[in-house]
T-cell receptor, first 117, second 114 residues
Framework: DVKVTQSSRYLVKRTGEKVFLECVQD?????MFWYRQDPGLGLRLIYF???????EKGDIPEGYSVSREKKERFSLILESASTNQTSMYLC????????????????FGPGTRLTVL | GESVGLHLPTLSVQEGDNSIINCAYS??????FIWYKQESGKGPQFIID?????DKRQGQRVTVLLNKTVKHLSLQIAATQPGDSAVYFC?????????????FGRGTQLTVWP
């Protein structure tokens, strides 16, 4: 059974703390994505990575950074957490398919609900 | 950039009725669309997709319709069941990316009443 796992389902942090959200996939996928999900706004892409040590900014990268040291792991880092970063964070992965996108092979993790006080 | 949105944020239907969830998109160059279902506490899951050279595609109890003239997408669920209660998202593919980057709509919460 293929799987994308996220380190925590629920997380509570204080303003100014450094926060690490971890995502691991066991499908040997090249591409990995971090989204945040807010009511009424849908999913917004923060960062994505198409290879180890490679990263690309999404639509809302401000206040975030990422790390991809190993193929299976993609970390999202909040350098100094703020209350407006309270959200649901979703990780996803997909294989590279020689330029052809296969939508049914993009898998999402269960999400991490982060609250910043 | 592209913008994908939904007309209604919530939809309530009686069990057994058909459901129709709508989605509008703004980028006429988008050529691939997907519907995802997200149940409470879970990540989105693929339901069905459609390419821009098609008007209709059917799956098991679901049908997606694409109207490129008005840039509108809809998901029809036949004989809606309580297990269909979830948030439904449409998404479009960034044609400029080979990575499968998705642009999501805001989502519609479907509630099915017994």
């Amino acid at each position: 059974d293929v799987k994308v796992t996220q380190s925590s389902r629920y997380l509570v942090k204080r303003t100014g703390e450094k926060v690490f959200l971890e995502c691991v996939q066991d499908m040997d996928h090249e591409n990995m994505f971090w989204y945040r999900q807010d009511p009424g706004l849908g999913l917004r892409l923060i960062y994505f990575s198409y290879d180890v040590k490679m990263k690309e900014k999404g639509d809302i990268p401000e206040g975030y950074s990422v790390s991809r040291e190993k193929k299976e792991r993609f970390s999202l880092i909040l350098e100094s957490a703020s209350t407006n970063q309270t959200s649901m964070y979703l990780c996803a992965s997909s294989p590279q398919t020689s330029g052809r996108f296969s939508p049914d092979t993009q898998y999402f993790g269960p999400g991490t609900r982060l609250t910043v006080l | 950039g592209e913008s994908v949105g939904l007309h209604l944020p919530t939809l309530s239907v009686q069990e057994g009725d058909n459901s129709i969830i709508n989605c509008a998109y703004s980028n006429s160059a988008s050529d691939y669309f997907i519907w995802y279902k997200q149940e409470s506490g879970k990540g989105p899951q693929f339901i069905i997709d459609i390419r821009s050279n098609m008007d209709k595609r059917q799956g098991q109890r679901v049908t997606v319709l694409l109207n490129k003239t008005v840039k509108h997408l809809s998901l029809q669920i036949a004989a809606t069941q309580p297990g269909d209660s979830a948030v439904y998202f449409c998404a479009e593919i960034d044609r400029g990316s080979t990575l499968g980057r998705l642009y999501f709509g805001r989502g519609t919460q479907l509630t099915v009443w017994p």
